[in-house]
Each structure stands twice: as structure tokens, then as C-alpha cells.
């Protein structure tokens, strides 16, 4: 779709609440007028925009550049990235919140339309790319890292949290906000995503709106929801995992052997395996007869493998993070992350220097074409794979490997670490699910027998604890959840081996039952959840010394400060004899700098982005639109009425910044009547798996949500991901853009940015991005912003911090209805405002 926006006067204030175009404002007084006239817009989608309002009033410096850290791959000191290092301050009170809330009325917007063209480059870029196959996986070196983003770790226990939320934030998800002052740490809590700008607090699985519109006036009559959460309030109702890793080593078992922490020597199996470097492997990989597996490869299938697996837990507790975000926290449940001091861990990359790149020079049978260039030419049949194995492929429709399958099946064979990079959407839970399943196949012959001899021995606790072999931990739940059903479908003819998954959000008492009643050998869990287990679960500590398999589906989220600690305690939870295998489509620098944390030193990384070629597929387009805040609403609406109509088949992803803004824009796409679900942390997890599904399975369907669904989700088909507001960084931003173009498919993304985020585009320069124009906007707006009015006014009563002041509430609202372009607020029945507790309240009219 070819956008077109001209740069008409037509402002939209508090877009976000109203997609209606309708006010004109000269460029040159928009500013002030724009900030005046859209106060929760501006919270909805500005973190930095809050910010800045914020800091001269704690004190606070607001960084000019928020720090995306550079797209280049090859490390650059530090501070020259700065990633997240802006800051975000933190509302002490309610009462301070109702003053952001005011103080962004008067405050000046600073809107440009100015936008950074880097056409010819990314299209110079774009045409290479296509040429550029992955003949040549290409590795790096373990240079440089990149400056980490300065998120401070803070000790903030969540509990405080309040104001600056995540409304105004747009950033990601690992933000949390932070009381502290400093703001500039703060600290994701379980539930912390729910965090909503407005100082409330969520718990996960409530509904965040739902408390306080529950007690408050009676909205219900108001809102016709359907969201168990009624964070809605207009009553538009609307209404995932993978990785793992397999193991060979040498033959000693050591399941139920204690390890002891020592870091990450490299202690290896017993085998052979280990001495191999990338070189030899390449080489023979080039003589191989499969392409991807030569006959020493293949003999490896024979062998007998140790696996192990394990499971993983929720993900609503990491804790938190900083960064720009404090203010805007975001969804916990996805994205956590801590922050804190990476410096430290900067100099710990000498340490490494044994770590072997494999990633380039492996060779595919033949470069891949078209739509299928994500295939290799090796075959699965072609591979020492058991009968029962390849009918399991076969039924799931895979004939020929992936490149990364391809590039990561011997060496995972060879029992080495490996650390994987490959693009979006091509394969990589099968490429570490698939070989730990050929590894229980063999262990099958001996699993029985192990039963058999714990059966005979006296009763003890280990005869109900089996232990687990494969351990794959996923930063979300739906991609847990995802790659437990992909296990699950490989695993068809193997019904003795059993997967299960663990993940908030469910009950612990009920995973811990089943994790009784049906022992498994390969666990996908969240970090949270898993350290609930192992903290809470009888015998799940011993179960865990079977371990031969971890795997850390991405990887790089994993490792990054939010979820580092929780990483770090699964992994001393597990033996140190085991293979670790890591999967991800980026890989910054500074992961690589602290992947020793995982890895022994030995590791291979097999970079299937080749050097110098784009992160992202060729095959969707990229485009980008700067544009004020209080079009972004509209523009949004517009755009998507754009594809709609020429793709009747159309299924969106529309990522936003925070849990709260995914809501409102949900609700307002559903309140001009798109067929729209929503998706975020706030939700219960009964409601996400269902949406997930249904997504899955749909077409003619938007999906806006938070970055719950930024990474992993595997949706078939998506058309079109639309970005509103800064992506938490140039790894989202990839991910978020690689739920379409999967399997080689064509897709689009847009990214959608006001003028003061703009400085994100250098952080992407180097991806095929192009600058779009402005669409034309749909003048036919007037009646919508009418009900959207109504359903502003209906939210933000239901809001304890905003609609306790019902005459703020209400000037508040008239400005709304100002900013869509209304003469006067629009009239509201007396029964609905009666409901509302807003009768008689000045400014108000009703009919
Ligand atoms: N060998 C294969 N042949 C055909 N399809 C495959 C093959 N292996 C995996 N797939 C399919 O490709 C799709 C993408 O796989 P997957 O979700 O593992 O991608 P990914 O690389 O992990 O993506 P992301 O980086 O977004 O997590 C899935 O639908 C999966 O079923």
C-alpha cells in the first residue's frame, strides 16, 4: 500500500482517542495548541513527551537522545548508545498525576513533520539484499559490544509504582516504572504491566480497568465490553514459545548428580564432540553430500545422545527496568527486563575468547529461491532420522530443512553450545526442538528401563519425580505455549515422550499436579513461573539435575537485564553438564558479550544474517511516517481502512507501546467499527489464549497489542504490522516486524513515529525503509468523534485518578471534543450520564 499523506493542516488532537481529522491547525501554532488540546493522547503515545514534562519538575534530566542503540552490528563504545538511558521519572502520587495530567495541557508539543529520508541508501540496500543469499552464513567476531542500554535496575518492588505509567509510554515493554526519583529505573513486577500511567497498579489477569470501573459509576450500563477485564469501556469487546535445545554428550549421565556452581566452565561431556571447530565443520558441510549434514554429521544421529529439558515459568516477574520507560512501563509479562550495570559484564568478553564463530561459510545445498528462500535443499529424509520422527515432520508439512535447521543440526549434533541467529519466522524452534527429540528417541530405548529400576527400588521421592531432560524457556507465555504445541506435533508418533508447559498466569497448584500426574521429559516454561516451581514445587529442584538440553528461545531478551537474574538462577538451578543452545533473529553485540553466562566457552555462533545484509526480509516493505502526536490516531484509523480495502484477506498486527494504550486503541478501532482484538499483559491468560488462537486461525482481523506478541509468535499470514510509537529498541523493532513475511511470504510494516521520536530511524537506518506520505484522512469523521467522545468521557470517569475530578474530568473531555474538530461537545443521553455520576457537572450537554 502506497501511503499517501499530504501534509494538510488537518491536525487531529488527541488522536488517540479520536480518530477523526477534524481540526485545522496551522503548522505553527499546532504546538501549543496540540498540547493543550490533547492531554491523554499525549500520555498514550509519548513517553518522552511525558517525560520531558516531568523533569523540569523532578528534577530530571531529560537526555536529547534517548539512546536507540546503533543498528550497526560491529560494537561502538558505549556511550555511544545509550539505548534507553533516557530516563523516566516517576510520579510520586495520585495527586502528582493529575498535574502531569494538567501539565501536559500547557505544555508545548513540539510537532515537526520533518522526517528523515533515507531512501536511497535503504533501497540501495534493499537491492542488494535481494541478491545476497545465505551461501555465506557469516560469522562475527566478538568485537565491540554496543552500548547497553542504561536501564538501571532499581529496587523498586512494583508495589509502588504508580503514575507516569505506561500510558504515557511508548516504549516498551521493559520499562516499569519506578518510584524512585531518579526515574530512571524502574522495575517490572509481576503484574507490572499493567501499570497504567494513571498510578494504578494492575494485577495480572485483572482487569485493570476493571476495578475501577467497577466502582466507579456504574459505567456498566456505558460500556457494552466483552473483555473479561473490561478495561474497555465503550463496550467494543474483541476480543503462543519456542526453543529448546537437545544435548549429546558423552555417555555419562549425570541426571541426578549434584553440580556444583562453578560458573561456566567448560566442563563438558565426556565426548568427542567438543574439540571440533567451526572451520572443520564448515569444511565438511561443504562436501557433504545433504548440504547441510555430511556423513559425520549423520553418523551423530546414530549416537546415543543425552537430552534433557526442562520447563520454564511465568513471565510476570522479572523486574524491571528503566529506562525511558520508567514511564511507561509496559507489559511485564513479556518483556521484563532488569536493569542494570551491564558495564561490568562489558569486560568480561575477554574472558571468551576461545568462543568460535561458525556462522559463515555454510553452505546450502543451493541457494534458496522466491518465496522459499527461507528452505534449504537438504531434505529431512535425507537425515538419520528414526521412522517415527520423519512421519511427524511429514505430517506438520516440512520436507526440506531451513537454512538455519540446516545450519544448526550438526553442530548441535556434534553436542557443541551453539548460539543461533537467524531472521524472523524461518524455523528455529524446530531447529532446536527437532534434534533434543532425536535424542529422546534414543534415550527412549533406556527410559523404560530407568523406570523399571526406580520402580524397584524402594519408594522415595525421585520415583515421582522423573527427571526432566530438555529444558526450553521462552520469554512469553504464548510463545511457550507455541513452541510446547510445535514440540507436541513432532512428537506425534512419540507418544512417550511427554512435553509440558508452564507459564503465569495459570495456577501453580494445577501446573504443579500435572507436572505429578503426567511426568514429562521436555519442559517449555517462562523464567518467572519456572522459579516458582523451583522455589514452590516439591521435588522440581531434583528434577531439574536431569537437565541435559537447555534452551533460550530468544536468547538476547533472555539475557537482557530484565530477565538476567531469573536466568542466572535457572541456570544454576540445572547441571553444568548439559548442551546449551541459544536461538534468536538478533543478537546485539553485548549479548554476545554476556552469553558466557549460558555458554561454555567453546560455543559456536552460526549466523545465518549474512554480514552486511539487512536483518529484515526483502520481501516486506518497510516504511516509516513521522507525523504529530495528534495525528496518529487518525492516520492509524486511515491506514488501516487503506489496506483493508485492498486486502480482503487482510490480518494486522498494530504493536503499541504500553498494556493501557493497546486497550484504548483497541477500543477505539473497535469503536469505529474494525474488527479488532486485543492482546496485552493485562489480560488473563484464559483471554490471551483464546485471542492468540483466534488470530491465528482468522483472516479480516486486527490484532493491536502490547509487545506480549513482539517476539516468537508464530501468526500465519499477517499482512501488515503497524508500529505505533518507539519500539523499545532496534531488536523490537525487528521482531515486532518479523510477525509478517514469515516462511518467505510478502508482508509491510509501518512505523509510525511523532517528530521527538524520530531519532529512532537512525537505529534502522540500515534496513530497507522507505518514507511514506501521509494518507489522505477520512472526512467522514464527525459522527464518529461524537461516540468516540462519549467514550472518552466513559473511560477516563472510570479512571480513579482522572474521573475522580468530575469538573477536571469534564473540561478534560470538551478539550477532547475540541481536538477532533466539534463546535461543541456532543450530547450524551441523561441515563447515560446519570450512570456516569456526571449530571448536572458544568460544560456537559445531554440529551
Ligand atoms: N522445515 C520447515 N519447512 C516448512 N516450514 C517450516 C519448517 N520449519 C519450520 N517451519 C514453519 O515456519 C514457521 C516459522 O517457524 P518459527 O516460528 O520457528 O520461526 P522463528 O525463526 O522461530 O521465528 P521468530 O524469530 O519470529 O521466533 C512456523 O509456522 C513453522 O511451522
Not at 563 to 576: G, L, M, N, T, Y
Request: positive net charge.
Amino acid at each position: 500500500m502506497l501511503l499517501k499523506l499530504p501534509q494538510q493542516s488537518v491536525c487531529f488532537l488527541n488522536a488517540t482517542f479520536s480518530p477523526l481529522p477534524l481540526i485545522r491547525v496551522s503548522p505553527s501554532a499546532s504546538s501549543s495548541f496540540l498540547m493543550k488540546s490533547s492531554p491523554i493522547v499525549s500520555k498514550m503515545f509519548t513517553f518522552k513527551l511525558k517525560h520531558r514534562l516531568l523533569s523540569p519538575k523532578l528534577g530530571l534530566q531529560f537526555p536529547n537522545n534517548l539512546g536507540f542503540r546503533a543498528f550497526s552490528t560491529r560494537s561502538r563504545p558505549s556511550s555511544s548508545r545509550g539505548e534507553t538511558s533516557a530516563s523516566k521519572s516517576l510520579i510520586e502520587d495520585e495527586a502528582e498525576l493529575s498535574d502531569w495530567v494538567s501539565g501536559l495541557r500547557t505544555n508545548s508539543l513540539r510537532a515537526g513533520l520533518g522526517t528523515e529520508d533515507e531512501d536511497s541508501d535503504n533501497e540501495r540496500k534493499r537491492r542488494g539484499s535481494m541478491k545476497r543469499r545465505r551461501e555465506s552464513y557469516d560469522s562475527d567476531g566478538f568485537e565491540g559490544f554496543r552500548g547497553r542500554r542504561e536501564r538501571n535496575s532499581d529496587d523498586l518492588d512494583g508495589s509502588r509504582r504508580r503514575g507516569g505509567g505506561d500510558f504515557g509510554a511508548r516504549s516498551n515493554s521493559k520499562r516499569r516504572v519506578n518510584d524512585d526519583l531518579d526515574g530512571f529505573r524502574g522495575r517490572r513486577t509481576r503484574n507490572s504491566d499493567d501499570f497504567d500511567g494513571f498510578g494504578r497498579r494492575g494485577s495480572k489477569g485483572d482487569n485493570d480497568f476493571g476495578a475501577s470501573q467497577r466502582g466507579s459509576n456504574g459505567l456498566d450500563g456505558f460500556r457494552t465490553r466483552n473483555m473479561m477485564n473490561s478495561d474497555d469501556f465503550d463496550g467494543f469487546g474483541r476480543h503462543n514459545s519456542r526453543k529448546s535445545v537437545y544435548r549429546k554428550r558423552g555417555l555419562k549421565n549425570d541426571m541426578y548428580e549434584e553440580e556444583e556452581n562453578e560458573g561456566f566452565l567448560p566442563k563438558r561431556g565426556i565426548g568427542s564432540l567438543q574439540a571440533e571447530r567451526s572451520s572443520e565443520f564448515s569444511n565438511r558441510q561443504r562436501g557433504g553430500r545433504s548440504g547441510g549434514v555430511s556423513r559425520e554429521d549423520r553418523e551423530v544421529f546414530g549416537r546415543k545422545n543425552l537430552m534433557v529439558s526442562d520447563e520454564e515459568s511465568d513471565e510476570d516477574e522479572r523486574v524491571e527496568l528503566s529506562g525511558l520507560g520508567g514511564l511507561l512501563k509496559d507489559d511485564l509479562d513479556d518483556e521484563d527486563e532488569d536493569e542494570e550495570d551491564v558495564s561490568a559484564l562489558r569486560g568480561a568478553s575477554s574472558l571468551f575468547g576461545e568462543k568460535k564463530d561458525v556462522s559463515a561459510g555454510l553452505e546450502s545445498k543451493s541457494p534458496p529461491k522466491g518465496s522459499d528462500s527461507y528452505l534449504s535443499e537438504t531434505r529431512f529424509d535425507e537425515c538419520a532420522i528414526s521412522p517415527l520422527s520423519l512421519k511427524g515432520i511429514r505430517d506438520a508439512g516440512y520436507k526440506k530443512m531451513t537454512l538455519v535447521q540446516e545450519a544448526t543440526l550438526p553442530v548441535i549434533l556434534r553436542g557443541k553450545d551453539v548460539l543461533a541467529k537467524a531472521k524472523t519466522g524461518t524455523g528455529k524452534t524446530v531447529a532446536f526442538l527437532l534434534w533434543p527429540k532425536e535424542e529422546l528417541v534414543d534415550d527412549c530405548i533406556e527410559l523404560p528401563s530407568i523406570e523399571v529400576v526406580l520402580q524397584s527400588s524402594p519408594p522415595d521421592r525421585d520415583q515421582k519425580r522423573p527427571p526432566i531432560l530438555v529444558l526450553v524457556i521462552c520469554p512469553t507465555r504464548e510463545l511457550a505455549s507455541q513452541a510446547a504445541a510445535e514440540a507436541n506435533s513432532l512428537l506425534k508418533y512419540h507418544p512417550s515422550i511427554g512435553v509440558q508447559v508452564v507459564i503465569g498466569g495459570t495456577r501453580l497448584a494445577l501446573e504443579q499436579k500435572r507436572l505429578q500426574a503426567n511426568p514429562c521429559q521436555i519442559l517449555v516454561a517462562t523464567p518467572g513461573r519456572l522459579r516458582d516451581h523451583i522455589e514452590n514445587t516439591a521435588g522440581f529442584a531434583t528434577r531439574l539435575k536431569g537437565i541435559k538440553v537447555l534452551v533460550l528461545d530468544e536468547a538476547d531478551h533472555l539475557l537482557d537485564m530484565g530477565f538476567r537474574k531469573e536466568i542466572e538462577r535457572i541456570i544454576d538451578a540445572v547441571p553444568k553438564q548439559r548442551q546449551t543452545l541459544l536461538f534468536s533473529a538478533t543478537v546485539p553485540d553485548e549479548v554476545r558479550q554476556i552469553c558466557h553466562i549460558a555458554l561454555k566457552r567453546d560455543y559456536e555462533f552460526i549466523n545465518t544474517v549474512q554480514e552486511g545484509s539487512e536483518e529484515t526480509h526483502a520481501q516486506v516493505r518497510q516504511s516509516h511516517l513521522v507525523t504529530p502526536l495528534d495525528k496518529h490516531f487518525s492516520l492509524l484509523y486511515v491506514l488501516l481502512k487503506e489496506h483493508i480495502s485492498d486486502d480482503v484477506d487482510y490480518k494486522v498486527l498494530v504493536f503499541c507501546t504500553t498494556a493501557m494504550v493497546t486497550k484504548l486503541v483497541a477500543n477505539f478501532l473497535g469503536e469505529l467499527n474494525l474488527n479488532v482484538r486485543e492482546i496485552h499483559s493485562r489480560k488473563p491468560q484464559s483471554y490471551r489464549t483464546r485471542v492468540s488462537d483466534e488470530f491465528r486461525k482468522s483472516k479480516g482481523l486486527i490484532l493491536v497489542t502490547s509487545d506480549v506478541s513482539a517476539r516468537g509468535v508464530d501468526y500465519p499470514d499477517v499482512t501488515l504490522v503497524i508500529q505505533i510509537g518507539l519500539p523499545a529498541d532496534r531488536e523490537q523493532y525487528i521482531h515486532r516486524l518479523g510477525r509478517t513475511g514469515r516462511k518467505g511470504k510478502e508482508g509491510q510494516g509501518i512505523l509510525l513515529l511523532a517528530p521527538w521520536e524520530e531519532f529512532f530511524l537512525s537505529a534502522i537506518k540500515d534496513l530497507p525503509m522507505t518514507k511514506a506520505s501521509s494518507p489522505a484522512v477520512d472526512p467522514d469523521t464527525r459522527k464518529k468523534a461524537k461516540s468516540a467522545y462519549q467514550s472518552w468521557l466513559g473511560y477516563y470517569n472510570s479512571n480513579k485518578n482522572v474521573g475522580r475530578d468530575k469538573y477536571r474530568l469534564v473540561e478534560l473531555a470538551n478539550e477532547f471534543s475540541r481536538s477532533m474538530g466539534l463546535d461543541n461537545p456532543p450530547a450524551i443521553p441523561k441515563l447515560v450520564l446519570g450512570k456516569m455520576g456526571l449530571r448536572n457537572i458544568p460544560g456537559l450537554r445531554s440529551k
